[in-house]
């Protein structure tokens, strides 16, 4: 069935109805720091007062309840599924309802569950809902951009020559989906080149700044007292996500 006809599509839009900004946190390639970037960023937003979502989509692979160090619960159930709150954010993973076992998921499949977990789960009213998107720029992306119209990308991207041109390929793509982006972020930056920043400028969408790579932050996963005193926290927390979409 095409996603236009599934009757579950309506449904998201009234289950999103009381939320203010979608932020998808992406890049296309993989192990650049996006779910550590899309999870502290929800507690950064928590912390300051904000109401906000976090939905880790990535189904092969969840971990935003590994950075935050959150048990996986079976989430309650009534006229739908409550997100848990933790620490401040109401959170919804596949790991809560997956276990220990993999989610291998391809194409409509992938985007059965996408739907099912939009449909069915209650945000009520939030500021931000962060999506930590899976690597890739296929189904899950493609199945956000279509289904979620107000959809905000934020970057991550990183100045190595293996991920760069990847970045460029996400740039390129939702410049020509016309997906907004609230702008590109360096993670893990070691050396001084300018090639992010380049990068953002050559696109025209906004260099976020460095976060730079930091070894204290494999210890402070799973630790949100640790996670507050972390470059990363400090660099998200100046993201200009909190208001209205610029
Ligand atoms: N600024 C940083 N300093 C040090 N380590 C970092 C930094 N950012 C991310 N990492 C580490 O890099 C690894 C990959 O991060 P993460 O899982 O967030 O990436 P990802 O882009 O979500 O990966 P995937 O594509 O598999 O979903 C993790 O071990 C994480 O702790
Ligand atoms: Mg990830």
């Known amino acids: 069935m095409g996603l236009d006809l599934d009757p579950r599509t309506v449904v998201v839009a009234e289950r999103l109805a009381g939320v203010s900004r979608v932020v998808g946190v992406t890049g296309s390639k993989g192990g650049i720091g996006k779910s550590v970037v899309a999870t502290t960023l929800a507690l950064a937003l928590a912390d300051s007062g904000s109401r906000v979502g976090l939905f880790d989509l990535d189904f092969t692979s969840p971990s935003d309840h590994v950075v935050l160090g959150v048990e996986r619960r079976f989430p309650k ?3 739908g599924i409550d997100p848990h709150r933790v620490y401040g954010i109401d959170m919804m993973s596949v790991a809560f309802f997956s276990g220990d076992a993999s989610v291998p998921l391809r194409g409509e499949a992938a985007t059965s569950a996408l739907l099912e977990l939009l449909a069915i789960t209650r945000w009520g009213e939030l500021d931000v809902l962060v999506l930590d998107m899976p690597p890739g720029l296929s189904d899950t992306t493609l199945d956000v951009i279509h289904l979620l119209p107000g959809l ?4 991550v991207g990183n100045g190595s020559r293996v991920v760069i041109e990847s ?3 996400a740039l390129q793509l939702f410049a020509e989906l016309k997906v907004p982006m609230i702008g590109l972020l360096e993670n893990m930056q070691r050396g001084a ?10 696109y025209g969408v906004a260099y976020l700044g460095a976060v730079p ?3 204290e932050l494999e210890g402070a996963l799973g630790d949100v007292d640790r996670l507050r005193q972390t470059e990363l926290y400090r660099a998200v927390s100046t993201l200009p996500v909190a208001g209205p979409p610029s």
């Open 77 to 79: 159930e009534e006229f």
């Open 152 to 155: 905000e990308f934020l970057l």
């Open 167 to 169: 970045v460029r390929r």
């Open 193 to 202: 080149d300018h090639n992010v920043a380049d990068l953002a400028t050559r």
């Open 213 to 215: 790579y930091d070894p």
